[in-house]
């Protein structure tokens, strides 16, 4: 248990001072730290596969995906001047509405007292599972990817004269 | 309080701040971004009813988040072109001013 | 042999020949013409099979072929041959063909026709064997379909108005059909001939129905079928469509489709209303009668070679209504002379073939005289026929003098028999229909005359040789003439027992 | 370090002797404390060999590029304040001080966190990989069933610290250099891990004990069942090879740092201890995958003739590091440097679809595991040809536009 | 040597199966068909004779042959042949005088291409006489009375480029298909009342006492017995077919036709067919003499329209110019006489006169048809004169016909017939008038025909066709010389004192004692008729063709409408003519005006119905719809403006909505 807290408490840090700071490369690489807490709680729920999965997906090319947006579109100029918008304060209100009722629906519903044994689901099962009654969906998975992976080079590419920057 | 309802408290508040940082900041890819914690708030759900839920050995959980990462995967690559593409095309990636898309 | 569905390939036959065409639009004027003979061709062909199988002395329906159609409303596809709808076969088998070589002479495509004369004669075909009203119906209505654009579209001089007429008071008497078999249906709860029959023998239908509902729903499908036959007062349709419609076409309408109507009375009508029939003969047999005289003498007045064919035509089919509608009439009355009432029925039915044939032949004739005469059929446009055109004139004589009722042509013995039923069942109707019989030698003798006798002239003068399409469907239709003139026997055995099984278990 | 399960043969003396060492060390402690201390020892074990193997590197690697271009390399440095040349073995020590003790210079726009995270994240990242490994029959620092997946979840954050390197210094050129490293890497990582599919698919398991569980045996008696020795294995091997060079910046592929290029690429802005431990944590980064290339391709720890299982496994898998990282160096040796476009051009037309066709080639051959003996022959030539035709096709693709230059002297 | 009962059918087929064979042979020798028309009718006049020689073996007996024609309902129709004298002996008779006609064709129509038709319709025209009359079903005799119409419309109208012929044709067939169908009408009612058309079928048949008995025993229309109505129908066919008064128009005009076919048709068989089927139905015909209370008797009305025929006939036949028309009349004189035999009661006596007149009627006629032919078809007597010295056979055959004709008494046979007849009609009891009638035409009947002899042989020639006359060819002369020899020798076989051929007609016959005072009356007649006509035309012979008749003279109004047939044409023309165009152009009328009128009607009705629909959809059903679908587009419009833009708003709006529903589910406590 304190093990799952320590981990908690270090991802939220993360995504919270993320969100908090200006720089975005700092940001971005603080969330990217939050994904990595993230995987380490996988891991402490005994998901291996998940947790190295979360690890090669997230940190390995996500991150990778975010810094270059994130480099692609700074301005020509310094750091980006920060001008207060209004939203916070409903931004806030309304985040904390939402976690003050998911904690009330945690804490209120009658959970199902697990077994709390780390289950026996390897990467045999998975794999079983994945290519037995889920083939269909592994299929559609990947050739969902494939479409994403050319959408978004479309999507990026510069087209022509207007790509001005 | 017991490991299962912890591990969705845990979740709950990643989620909220998740959704506070798209509602608060005006930066599309830090929007992108909270979105993305939100994701990762519903799979830790999944792992975590997985592990104390009634079924471990189904492994739904497992295969659920499995099949969410690579989802989560495209959805970052195409939503971050479209930030490319929205930055190429309006000089700024401020979600605010992208309003084109009007009823 | 029988194990294969006979019926089914009878009627599907031509429709199948039809559809061949209609797939083919480039198909040359000479295979089309080949192609529409020899599927017409196809119904002799399976018509003599039938006959070989064909046991005159059972009386109920032979060949049958029943499968489920249309599930909710308990229609079945139901096909089966009695007497009766055998020698109807066999009519539609001779004139169909010969309907077919009427075409061969005339210019124009031949692809379209010879298509809707094929289906024409699959839809006649289905109405003769179908056993199951809707099935009945659907090739009843579908008959109509192709008979209108024949006229419409290859017609003569007036040839829009007379086809519009045509199928619109055709299709208004059917409606009233439909209507009163939807009450039956209603009530009922079945489409299926014999059922109904038997319903209506033992007066089920008049007590479902009701003393009114059963008399109106009589009414309704009498007219529907009076306006096919025609019955005199709904007759006027005819002459027009007759006059105005393709040699080929009107052989199969007068040849075929007016037997349809007879075929609707026997079959439908007499079966399911015997009683409410009764009832209302003697005013029919009135007007079948009127028809007789009336039709004759206003044949007398024609100028026009087909109108007055048309007349004849009228005439002709009086008399198997007279026969049909004395022999109900009488049927509860106090002279139940079963012997005239089976002489009156067998006269019917051969009537019914004889008036195909010779109608047809005639039709063929006054068909080749307008070929040659440009379109022109009146009876002032020729004359001395007989002597430019000595075989014609031998074909045509015998075609008009069977219709005249010659006898050793067919057409008397048909005659003979309904006469001799008529007196023995409703003397004064046979008296009063005699004047007919003389008008109709005088119209017919009379148009002799003046096409084929008196110095040649007008179209006469160049009359180009008959062609050999020509000669076949004439030597054929003479054929079919002279042999039941001669040996009624062929025809009258297939139909013999059906028929006193009516006149007998009817005037008991 | 526990021990394998009941392995079946009741290893030798030697085999089982660092055990014993470290039993001897912390056999006294309770439980809990035992597995610490045993975690703690195989950490100091692997960083201590695997960073004096980095030292003798620095020094082989310089040699033998000199023996290959026919000089003698460095000779110079001997033992410390003696006379003895030795042939140049203390040039990595003279190295070590060297770097240690320049000046640690940090460019003043710099991000001076990114800028001091950037090396410590590389170096642990690529020490993280070396726990997988399997070193002898029992030395398996941590026995995980998805081992080649953690290695490679490991391998993929490299990129991150590269480009926190990049970006903390600042500086255009390495700003762009890291981009064009990135790049490289994401193109080589495809192949890379289709390389290694097909061992998995053959072996049927992820865990790294499992794939040389699976190449136990010999065939006709003395041709070990290793996967090179398989025509698809071959290929994979090959393809596997290119990708670990370019996935650490080697020869053929080290366009970052090329000299000629952009200087030192993003190392530029670095100096003193931090260029030290980039340059360790490359060295570092091709050892692991010279590793993982021997457990997967050449059978690990594995003896290569039956007679010879008296040596004990760990010797094996030392003396096939070697040989693989010589291999790494002699490529250095000989092949020129790739343009950035030669380069991708040979991962996404060459390699790429060349892997996809192998794993084809590799379920086949799963497939007719079963066949009888008498078809066995058909089954390596068919896989032969399966392999052999692309490779032949695919490289007529690549040199296709390619013709002999014509130098015209002016 | 008899020919067996089951071959009669041979007799009537040989000469029918000629006329199919003829007419398919195709036209290449014309010999050819005439020949085998010749051979066919020589054949079944053997057949015949062998007929006739069973029949009289034992007259009494009924030799028949019935044959089933087609089962109908239990029973069947069947036909059958019967051989007994009556049959057989006409038989012979209409084959002997068919023979020779044939012959005496072949030189008339030599040079007419379509002489092969000729023979064609001819031989049909034997072949239906023959099966008449040895038909023992009414319905098989009615079969072949039909087709003699057939034969007769064919060979009058054989010219029939001439239009006049053509007219004649019809006009014959007409008549005649008058009188056919009372006759089938009489059939059907027979076979209706009677079950059979078979005259003898062992009992059951028609002229078999028990039918016969049924038959008078019922009553029908009007207190008439069932079997004298019928018998009456039957006669009107008789009568339509033999002409008598009413329906006799068609005879004259037959004449049109060549002159051998007026001889077969006119002298001989045909009309003999009405006489022999009163003959053959006599029992039928006599079935109600029996009862009393009866209006009248059938034999009644068959005597008077006998009488007044034979009255008529003789009267017009005076005024006539035209030789055959002359002839046709006096036949038709002579057939009033047979009818008249027969109604008063002595059908043999008809026969026997029918049997005579067949002879000396072909004669006269086939005499005739030289005349023309050698004064190449002249036929008007005014234009003729003179042939006696040109024509020498030909006057010398006319002159013997003429006289038995006319009944000069011994020599000839037309005396011994005729003598019968007055001797029968003498002692009928119903009335004397027929008696008086017949004395009548038996002067008038001496007197046209000596006319007729000096008008075309006496005298000079008055035409140009009478002066170049030259005689027939041999081939038409010998059948001439036949025939007159026939005209002489037959007369002896039924005179009084030795009545052979009535005995063997029928075996209960008792020849009438006393007729010597009669035969007297009757010489002297005839002297006075012949001494008339000579004294008028004789002596003083026609000077130019345009001379006026003497008769003219004394009574022109009565001879001008003697020469027009006391107006019988124009009559009917004006009655049934004018009646039946009439009525078919009511017809007409009625079928356009009423039944068509009625179509419109009902066409115009549904174009109005059409109208009023189309009104209502307009502005009721459509308005309604539009209005609808504006309010959904303005509802439409409002929802769009939510859609502002901003993602952030969006994201809200979800948190928002969110809460909202957890907070009902939590609160609401739905599980």
């Known amino acids: 248990m304190t093990a799952l807290a320590a981990i908690a408490l270090l991802t939220l840090a ?55 947006a994130v480099l692609l579109t700074r301005p020509p100029t310094g750091p980006a001047t920060r001008e207060p918008s209004g939203r916070a ?46 083939a269909g969906a592994l299929l559609a998975t990947a050739a969902l990817l494939t479409v994403a992976l050319l959408g978004a080079v479309v999507l990026a590419a510069a087209r022509g004269k207007e790509d001005a920057s | 309080m017991s490991p299962l309802q ?18 608060v900041r005006s930066n599309a890819i830090l929007v992108l971004l909270g979105v993305e914690l939100m994701l990762n708030a519903a799979n830790l759900n999944f792992i975590a009813f997985w592990r104390y839920g009634p079924a471990p050995a189904e492994g739904h959980g497992v295969v659920f988040v499995v099949f969410a990462l690579a989802v989560a995967a495209a959805e970052a690559a195409v939503g971050l072109a479209l930030v490319i593409a929205l930055h190429r095309h309006q000089r700024n990636v401020r979600l605010g001013e992208a309003r084109r898309l009007r009823g | 042999m029988n194990s294969w569905p006979l019926l089914s390939l009878l009627v599907l036959a031509p429709w199948s020949g039809a559809v061949l065409l209609g797939l083919r639009p480039g198909l040359g004027d000479r295979a089309s013409r080949w192609l529409g003979l020899a599927f017409s061709l196809s119904t002799a062909a399976l018509g003599a099979v039938l006959l070989t199988d064909f046991d005159p002395t059972r009386i109920g329906l032979q060949f049958v072929e029943r499968h489920a159609w249309i599930r909710s409303l308990k229609v079945h596809y139901h096909l089966g041959l009695d007497g009766l709808s055998l020698v109807l076969v066999l009519l539609t088998a001779a004139v169909a063909p010969a309907a077919q070589l009427a075409g061969w002479g005339r210019a124009g495509p031949t692809r379209v026709p010879n298509l809707l004369l094929l289906f024409l004669q ?101 007219l529907g079928l009076a306006v096919k036959v025609p019955l005199w007062p709904f007759h006027t349709w005819l002459p027009p469509a007759y006059a105005a419609a393709p040699t080929g076409t009107v052989m199969l309408l007068t040849g075929v489709l007016s037997k349809m109507g007879m075929y609707g009375f026997l079959r439908l009508l007499w079966p399911l209303f015997p009683a409410q029939l009764q009832a209302a003969a003697p005013a029919l047999l009135a007007l079948a009668v009127a028809g007789i005289v009336l ?50 029925l067998a006269g019917l039915v051969l009537q019914l073939f004889n008036h195909g044939v010779t109608a047809a032949a005639l039709f063929l004739c006054a068909g080749i005289l307008e070929a040659r005469a440009g379109g022109r059929s009146g009876l002032g446009d020729f004359g001395g026929l007989r002597a430019t055109a000595p075989a014609f004139a031998a074909f045509a004589g015998v075609a008009f003098f069977a219709s005249l009722g010659l006898p050793g042509l067919s057409g008397f013995v048909g005659e003979f028999l309904v006469f001799r039923g008529l007196f023995g069942l409703h003397p004064a109707a046979a008296v009063l229909a005699l004047p007919g019989l003389l008008a109709t030698a005088q119209f017919l003798l009379t148009a002799w005359r003046r096409v084929f006798h008196g110095p040649v002239q007008g179209a006469a003068a160049d009359f180009a040789p008959l062609t050999a399409a020509e000669k076949t469907a004439l030597a054929l239709l003479t054929g079919l003439m002279v042999l039941p003139g001669v040996a009624p026997g062929l025809l009258t055995s297939l139909t013999n027992p059906l028929v006193t099984a009516w006149a007998g278990h009817l005037t008991r | 370090m526990n021990p394998p399960a009941a392995d079946p043969l009741a290893a030798g003396l030697l085999e089982r002797l660092p055990l014993l060492a470290r039993d001897a060390l912390t056999g006294a402690l309770p439980e809990p404390w035992r597995w610490w201390a045993n975690s703690l020892l195989a950490i100091l074990a692997i960083i201590f060999v695997f960073s004096s193997l980095f030292a003798l590197l620095t020094l082989t690697e310089r040699k033998v590029l000199a023996r290959v271009q026919n000089r003698p390399g460095p000779n110079r440095a001997g033992l410390p304040l003696t006379r003895f040349r030795l042939g140049g073995l203390g040039q990595p020590l003279a190295d070590g001080i060297k770097m240690l003790t320049k000046e640690d210079i940090v460019p003043r726009g710099a991000d001076p966190v990114l800028h001091f995270l950037a090396p410590v994240v590389l170096l642990a990242l690529s020490l993280l990989t070396f726990a997988v490994i399997p070193y002898g029959r029992l030395l398996v620092p941590v026995e995980l069933e998805a081992g080649v997946l953690y290695f490679f979840a490991a391998g993929a954050a490299t990129e991150l610290a590269l480009f926190m390197a990049g970006w903390a210094s600042r500086n255009k050129y390495s700003l762009l250099a890291a981009m064009r490293a990135l790049a490289q890497l994401i193109s080589y990582e495809l192949p890379l891990l289709l390389a290694v599919v097909p061992v998995v698919l053959l072996a049927g398991s992820l865990s790294t004990t499992g794939i040389v569980a699976a190449q136990a045996g010999w065939d006709l008696g003395f041709v070990p069942r290793w996967f090179i020795l398989t025509p698809w294995g071959l290929a994979s091997f090959l393809i596997f090879l290119t990708a670990a060079l370019a996935e650490s910046n080697r020869s053929p592929f080290d366009l970052p740092e090329a000299e000629s290029e952009l200087i030192a690429g993003h190392l530029t802005e670095y100096s003193g201890f931090k260029y030290a431990l980039f340059f360790m944590a490359e060295y570092l980064g091709m050892t692991a995958l010279a590793g993982l290339g021997v457990t997967l391709f050449l059978g690990g720890w594995r003896a290569p003739l039956p007679f010879l299982d008296f040596v004990p496994s760990y010797a094996w898998f030392g003396l096939k590091l070697l040989a693989l990282l010589f291999v790494f160096i002699w490529i250095r040796a000989t092949f020129p440097r790739l343009r950035i476009d030669q380069l991708t051009r040979l991962a996404w037309k060459f390699l790429v679809p060349l892997a996809l066709l192998n794993l084809g080639t590799a379920a086949l051959w799963a497939l007719t595991a079963g066949w009888s003996p008498a078809l066995q022959p058909l089954r390596w030539l068919g896989a032969a040809a399966l392999v052999a035709g692309p490779f032949v096709l695919l490289g007529r693709g690549l040199t296709a536009g390619l013709r002999p230059r014509t130098y015209r002297f002016a | 040597m008899h020919l067996p009962v089951q071959l009669t059918w041979l007799i009537p087929a040989l000469p029918a199966v000629a006329a199919a064979v003829i007419a398919a042979v195709p036209a290449r020798r014309p010999g050819l068909g005439a020949g085998l028309a010749l051979a066919a009718l020589a054949g079944s006049l053997i057949l015949a004779l062998l007929a006739l020689a069973g029949a009289l073996a034992d007259p009494a007996a009924r030799l028949i042959h019935t044959f089933t024609w087609f089962d109908l309902g239990h029973g069947a129709i069947r036909l059958g042949w019967l051989l007994d004298p009556l049959g057989t002996l006409l038989a012979v008779m209409v084959a002997t005088v068919g023979l020779l006609i044939f012959t005496f064709s072949l030189g008339y129509l030599r040079d007419d291409p379509r002489a092969k038709q000729f023979f064609c319709f001819l031989s049909l025209f034997a072949g239906a006489m023959l099966g008449l009359l040895l038909a023992n079903s009414l319905l098989l005799l009615f079969l072949c009375w039909e087709l003699v119409g057939l034969a007769s419309y064919l060979l009058i109208g054989f010219w029939f480029q001439r239009p006049a012929a053509a007219r004649a044709a019809r006009k014959a067939f007409i008549t005649t298909r008058i009188g056919d169908l009372g006759l089938l009408l009489g059939l059907v009612w027979l076979q209706d009342a009677t079950g059979t058309l078979l005259l003898f079928d062992g009992g059951r048949g028609v002229l078999e006492t028990e039918a016969l008995g049924a038959l008078a025993g019922a009553s029908t229309v009007g207190g008439l017995a069932v079997s004298t109505a019928i018998g009456l129908l039957l006669f009107c066919g008789a009568a339509g077919k033999s002409g008598q008064v009413p329906l006799h128009v068609w005879l004259p005009d037959a004449m049109e036709g060549p002159t051998p076919v007026s001889a077969l048709i006119h ?99 086939l005499s005739a048809g030289s005349v023309i032919h050698a004064t190449h078809h002249e036929q008007d007597i005014r234009r003729l004169g003179g042939l006696r010295r040109r024509l020498p056979v030909t006057c010398a055959t006319f002159t013997i016909g003429m006289m038995a004709l006319a009944g ?212 009721v059903l459509n308005s309604g719809f539009n209005a609808a679908g504006d309010g959904l587009r303005a509802g439409g419009r409002a929802y769009s403006r939510t859609q502002t833009g901003d993602a952030h708003g969006y994201v809200w709006m979800l948190a928002a909505g969110f809460v909202l529903v957890t907070l009902a589910v939590l609160l609401g406590g739905v599980r």
Request: with cysteine; aromatic share 10%; charged share 10%.
């Open chain 1, 14 to 68: 993360a995504a919270a001072i993320a969100l908090a700071l200006r720089d975005l490369i700092h940001s971005a690489l603080l969330l990217i730290a939050s994904w990595v807490g993230i995987a380490a709680f996988y891991l402490w729920a005994g998901a291996e596969f998940v947790a190295f999965a979360q690890v090669l997906i997230y940190v390995g090319a996500i991150s990778m995906v975010v810094l270059f």
């Open chain 1, 89 to 134: 304060v409903p931004g806030f209100l309304a985040g904390g509405a939402v976690l003050g009722l998911l904690a009330g629906a945690v804490l209120s519903s009658p959970l199902p007292a697990g077994t709390g044994a780390a289950p026996a689901f390897g990467v045999r099962e998975l794999g079983l599972k994945l290519l037995g009654p889920h």
């Open chain 2, 6 to 23: 912890a591990c969705l408290l845990f979740s709950s508040a990643l989620f909220s701040l998740g959704l506070i940082a798209v509602l």
């Open chain 3, 122 to 222: 699959g839809a006649a075909l289905g109405v003769f064997v179908a056993q199951d009203f809707v099935l009945w119906f659907t090739c009843w209505e579908l008959s109509l379909v192709p008979a209108y654009f024949l006229i419409r579209l290859w017609g003569g001089p007036g040839a829009t108005r007379a086809a519009y007429q045509f199928v619109v008071y055709t299709i208004g008497g059917s409606a009233f059909l439909l209507a009163g078999f939807a009450a039956l249906f209603a009530v009922t709860g079945t489409f299926d001939f014999a059922q109904l029959a038997q319903l209506g023998r033992d007066g089920a239908l008049a007590a479902q129905l009701g003393p009114w509902g059963v008399r109106v729903v009589f009414a309704g499908v009498l």
């Open chain 3, 295 to 344: 039709g004759a003498w206003a044949a007398l007045r024609q100028e026009d070679l087909r109108r007055m064919l048309a007349y004849s035509s009228i005439n002709h089919l009086g008399y198997c209504l007279a026969a049909l509608f004395a022999v109900a009439a009488a049927a509860g009355g106090e002279r139940p002379a079963a012997e005239a009432a089976t002489a009156a």
């Open chain 5, 267 to 365: 002298a001989a068989p045909m009309v003999a067919a009405g006489v022999f089927l009163v003959a053959r139905v006599y029992p039928l015909l006599a079935a109600d003499l029996a009862l009393a209370s009866v209006p009248v008797h059938a034999l009644t009305v068959v005597a008077t329209v006998g009488a007044i025929t034979a009255l008529f006939g003789a009267a017009v036949a005076v005024a006539q110019d035209d030789i055959k028309r002359v002839l046709a009349f006096s036949t038709v004189s002579q057939l009033g006489y047979m009818m008249l035999a027969a109604g008063t009661g002595a059908w043999t006596a008809a026969i026997f006169h029918l049997l005579t007149h067949a002879c000396f009627q072909a004669l006269l006629f």
């Open chain 5, 408 to 619: 000069v008494p011994f020599l000839f046979s037309g005396f011994w017939s005729k003598e019968a007849i007055l001797h029968a009609a003498h002692g009928w009891s119903v009335s004397a008038l027929p008696f008086h009638v017949a004395l009548a035409a038996v002067a008038l009947t001496a007197f046209y025909m000596t006319r007729l002899l000096a008008e075309v042989f006496a005298g000079a020639p008055r035409g140009h066709g009478a002066e170049t006359a030259h005689e027939s060819p041999a081939v038409m002369t010998i059948p001439l010389v036949l025939l007159a020899a026939a005209s002489i020798g037959l007369g002896f076989l039924g005179t009084p004192w030795w009545p052979w051929l009535q005995s063997t007609l029928d075996p209960a016959f008792q020849p009438e004692p006393g007729g010597a005072g009669l035969m007297a009356v009757s010489i002297a007649l005839v002297a006075a008729g012949i001494l008339a006509g000579w004294s008028r035309y004789g002596r003083l012979p026609r000077t130019s063709p345009e001379a006026a008749d003497p008769l003219a003279r004394i009574v022109p109004r009565l001879h001008r409408a003697l020469a027009a047939r006391l107006g019988c044409d124009e009559l009917y023309a004006a009655t049934f003519g004018r009646l039946c165009t009439a009525l078919a152009a009511a017809t007409t009328a009625l079928d356009r005006s009423v039944w068509d009128g009625c179509i419109r009607l009902l066409a115009q009705l549904g174009a109005y119905t059409g109208l009023v629909s189309r009104e209502t959809d307009e502005d």
